[in-house]
């Protein structure tokens, strides 16, 4: 279990027995639209409010995991997830919905893999047998929380990043057929001063690298283990930075393949989202849509995804807090079938 | 600026000049290009608009603004409402904001944003959310110029 400073390696790697994912307009008209499960043509949902279509988001793809598993929601014991509202609505209404025993957590973006962490600790731990974890972020309940009301007229930096519409979720089991969780690195909250909240790339990278150091340290690994290393949501200039400051502490990050959640999501050339993607759902869809199936496939035999957070508030840069960030590392592996 | 780096340590700082290194830079030629462009239309518009209310339905140039400005607002409001303004608004810039459809349109989205949580405490409590503030500090700003004017009548 626990393996050098504050990551874990689990002795009986849980089975991702099903993943769902489901997206808005935007992330449908991306390079990876054919990764994801449903696509929304209305960034509504057919909802009355954003907050209810962001809800119904998270609601459908976990009843969708729940039903590529074949399970019921009585046949899970606990349901992890969270998302970036207040008070965690989105996830704790959806738990509602699916009547299955609740853990709400928050790590604003990095929330994805903080869900697949713990689910994945529990499991091993004995303390659940299946699990379901998701999380998921709405473009427009994000805007309207965060920054602007959604139509408001502003001009947006090239440094801004566009939060994704989208839910990913997962059944972890303790058998099953499916790429199996071995290890997970918990993030500590970095903050290296920037306090503009139109530029979270810069504010989380160093974050994600921090976790990464964590992760390559106490599991003896470098990135030449892994196919694929993902960052959650960066973006191009957190990317970048990224890329400055592993070279800056000598992580030989070229040896392996080094990707952006917050790149891939969109087309930046066609699509207007300045910097990239972000929000909890940005790597939520990426790693269950687009990695798990390259997993399954036999494409990758191991990835590590690195979901980064900003946890900021609205109230606590307006009045002047630079942005704490966190990053949580997981890995991920090619299983077959575990008994 | 130089305020804020005092309670930054010296790691904090090497960070936050090499992330500024690596930022892409606002585009402020461009934006300024845009913003007079599109700022010089609407006004030009603004000007078409008065001159068709005095030559057509016989207001004079004291009269015509009133009804000019209403259709400004007008015009913002509907494209708002279409989702239009926003995306406009991010190639113009200033262009968008300053003129008096920008002021429409922050009263306008605020208002449709915060229909959900009902008529009184959503849009009615939310409406001038941005605009508020606008209103504040041009009532002071006008208070304070005023007064400098009365000062300047009895002085002269």
Not at chain 1, 44 to 60: D, F, H, M, N, Y
Not at chain 1, 245 to 262: A, F, Q, S, W
Not at chain 1, 323 to 338: D, K, R, W
Not at chain 2, 21 to 38: D, L
Request: aromatic share 8%; with cysteine; glycine share 12%.
């Amino acid at each position: 279990m626990l393996t050098g400073h504050q990551s874990w390696v689990f002795t009986r790697p849980p089975v991702i027995i099903a993943t769902a994912t489901v997206v808005g307009p935007d992330e449908g008209k991306g390079p990876m639209q054919s990764e994801f499960d449903v696509v929304h043509d209305e960034l509504t949902i057919g909802q009355p409010s954003w907050e209810k279509a962001e809800r119904r988001i998270l609601e459908e793809s976990t009843q969708l995991a729940l039903d590529k598993a074949g399970l019921t929601s009585g046949q899970v014991q606990f349901f992890v997830g969270g998302d970036l509202m207040n008070q965690i609505i989105s996830a704790s209404f959806a738990a509602r919905t699916l009547n299955i025993p609740y853990i709400g957590i928050f790590g604003a973006c990095s929330t994805s893999m903080q869900g697949l962490a713990l689910s994945a600790c529990m499991i091993d731990a004995g303390a659940a047998e299946t699990i379901l974890c998701g999380t998921c972020s709405h473009n427009c309940t994000a805007e309207k929380q965060f920054r602007y009301p959604t139509e408001y007229g502003s001009q947006k930096p090239p440094t801004a990043q566009f939060t994704v519409t989208g839910a990913g979720s997962a059944v972890l089991a303790k058998s099953g057929k499916g790429p199996i969780v071995t290890a997970a690195t918990i993030g500590r909250i970095v903050d290296m001063g920037i306090t503009d909240p139109f530029n979270m790339g810069a504010a989380m990278a160093p974050a994600a690298v921090d976790t990464m150091q964590a992760h390559f340290r106490d599991l003896n690994r470098g990135p030449s283990d892994y196919d694929v290393i993902m960052t959650g949501d960066l973006g191009a200039v957190g990317y970048a930075i990224a890329i400055e400051l592993m070279r800056k502490h000598h992580i030989p990050i070229h040896e392996t393949t080094y990707v952006d959640g917050g790149l891939m999501i969109y087309d930046r050339d066609k699509q207007t989202v300045q910097a990239g993607g972000s929000g909890c759902g940005c790597s939520a869809v990426i790693t269950y849509g687009h990695f798990i199936r390259r997993l399954n496939q036999g494409e990758l035999k191991r990835i590590l995804v690195v979901a980064t957070g900003a946890l900021l508030s609205p109230l606590s840069y307006q009045q002047g807090e630079s942005i704490p960030c966190i990053a949580h590392a997981v890995t991920i592996e090619a299983g077959g079938v575990v008994d | 600026m130089a305020n804020n780096m005092k309670k930054f340590t010296k790691v904090q700082q090497e960070y936050q000049k090499m992330a500024k290194h690596i930022e892409p830079k606002r585009p402020v030629w461009k934006n300024c290009f845009f913003a007079f462009v599109v700022g010089g239309f609407i006004c030009l518009l603004g000007q078409g608009i008065m001159e068709m209310f005095e030559r057509w339905f016989g207001f004079t140039d004291q009269t015509s603004g009133d009804p000019t400005v209403a259709v400004l607002i007008l015009l913002s409001v509907i494209l708002t409402s279409m989702g239009v303004y926003d995306k406009i608004a991010q190639w113009a810039g200033a262009g968008t904001a300053v003129p008096v459809t920008g002021f429409a349109n922050s009263m306008c989205s605020a208002a449709i944003e915060h229909r959900s949580e009902g008529l009184v405490l959503g849009v009615g409590g939310n409406m001038f959310k941005l605009a508020g503030s606008v209103i504040v500090f041009g009532t002071v700003a006008a208070f304070v110029v005023g007064i400098c004017h009365l000062i300047y009548d009895w002085v002269v």
